[in-house]
């Protein structure tokens, strides 16, 4: 796979996802009935440890910056 999330972007990526978990467990509001929308932030989680994000691949985006050839 071709690592299309740079430094910056993976870091915004880590600490929104453990935002979302820290919803979903209850850390951040109390139970609410909707915290279990919270467990989709092991989504951008996974994307920044991977370096890649399959919605920037369909769309052509990428963050990360060139290599030189």
Known sequence: MITNVGTIDRILRVIVGVALIAFATGYIVPATGWNWVGWIGAVPIMTAVFGT?????????????????
């Open 53 to 69: 994000c399959p919605a920037y691949t369909i769309m052509g985006l990428s963050t990360c910056p060139a290599k030189p050839a």
